[in-house]
């Protein structure tokens, strides 16, 4: 298991199964170590383009139950990148 900095591209893949990179998204997901590290931006822009309601819920609960952080800070993080 490894720790990860998510984009929205991860994010919309891994919840939208009708997306190119889906299952990609899936097998990547099962191999990071939760929380994966993101920021507000990224999860802004994740539920503009997931669009459907219940892929935004999702997420959410994803953030409530500590799979996603956005407490990322580019220069507490710059060795990991």
């Known amino acids: 298991m490894k720790q990860a900095i998510i984009d929205t ?14 299952q990609w998204a899936i097998n990547q997901w099962k191999q990071v170590q939760a929380p994966a590290i993101t920021c507000e931006a990224v999860i802004s822009e ?6 459907a309601t219940y892929l935004q819920e999702i997420l959410m609960s994803m953030i409530e139950a500590g799979a996603i952080k956005t407490q990322f800070q580019f220069e507490n993080n710059v060795t990991k990148i």
Request: hydrophobic residues 45%; contains cysteine.
């Open 46 to 51: 994740s539920c503009f383009l997931l669009k």
């Open 9 to 22: 591209g991860v994010i919309v893949a891994l919840l939208n199964k009708n997306d190119t990179y889906h």
